[in-house]
């Protein structure tokens, strides 16, 4: 179990530093959340799932899609990438 933990958490930290994206986090399914946030969205939502998907490919991670899209919310001063207008994907990471 301890081998387990171990794992996850370089694979954490492999992701942090390898993928090229805002923000990565997990949910509480233990999925990886993927964003990056934008101002002008000039069409790039397709793109962005595209290249995360390639750069774990690079990495010989197996995942699997689980959700992705685009959270468009009004400008605001200071909102975390969470809470501003961001693409997002979500993987389950093997």
């Avoid at 958490?9 to 946030?37: G, T």
């Avoid at 750069?55 to 909102?79: I, M, N």
């Amino acid at each position: 179990m301890r081998e387990i933990k171990c794992l996850r958490k370089l694979c954490w930290e492999f992701l942090k530093e390898n993928v090229c994206c805002d923000m990565i986090s997990k949910n509480k399914a233990s999925n990886y959340v993927f964003r990056r946030s934008y101002f002008y969205r000039m069409g790039s939502e397709v793109s962005f799932y595209e290249s995360i998907k390639i750069q774990l490919e690079q990495l010989g991670l197996s995942y699997e899609l689980v959700d992705f899209g685009d959270h468009r919310t009004p400008f605001k001063g200071g909102a975390s990438i969470a809470n501003g207008s961001h693409f997002y994907a979500t993987f389950n990471i093997k």
